[in-house]
């Protein structure tokens, strides 16, 4: 997959390529950013937790799911992870699932979050996706605008089951 510049101005310049280990503890992090109660977030070391690095290999294994960042000005302000579904549906069709969308509060307003998802669009398009997921949790009005902004419309409801 290739790391290529989505969005550029005279101000910024972001990139979106996939994490690598050495990014972990800054994806985790910024991943923490999407807790909305305060305690769930957990203590991650310093050493950050093997089942992070275990995790990204699993991922990296899987040539339909990539855990992706946003780079600006050389630095890691943004992740998401880009699934590939195939399914049965419409006669066989696949379909991209964006989740876990996050970009630094610091940086937020700057379009790090746009170009990251046209990073995402515009890679469902290559690899044949009809259509493109993603969730968002209820209490992120915010992010509920932006996407909509986007062109993403609610379509579905979901209903989650957990099992821990």
């Known amino acids: ?6 969005s550029e101005d005279v101000l910024t310049a972001v990139s979106v390529r996939r994490a ?3 990014d972990l503890p800054r994806v985790v992090e910024l991943l923490q950013q999407l807790s909305i109660d305060s305690e769930q977030r957990e203590d991650l070391g310093p050493p950050l937790p093997q089942r992070y ?8 294994a899987d040539p339909n799911n990539d855990l992706l960042v946003a780079v600006l000005q050389g630095k890691v302000v943004g992740t ?16 991209a699932e964006i989740e876990a969308v996050v970009v630094d509060e610091r940086v937020r307003g700057q ?3 746009e170009a990251m998802m046209r990073w995402a669009i515009d890679e469902a398009r290559r690899r044949g996706c009809d259509n493109v997921h993603l969730t968002s949790n209820r ?10 902004r986007l062109g993403f419309r609610k379509t579905h409801e979901g209903l989650r089951l957990s099992l821990s």
């Open 139 to 148: 209490a992120r009005t915010d992010a509920h605008r932006f996407y909509e």
């Open 111 to 113: 379009r790090v979050g």
């Open 20 to 22: 690598t280990a050495e």
């Open 1 to 6: 997959m290739p790391s290529w510049v989505v």
């Open 53 to 60: 690095y275990d995790m990204l290999a699993i991922i990296d």
């Open 80 to 95: 998401f992870q880009l699934t590939i579904i195939p399914s049965m549906r419409r006669g066989g069709i696949h379909t």
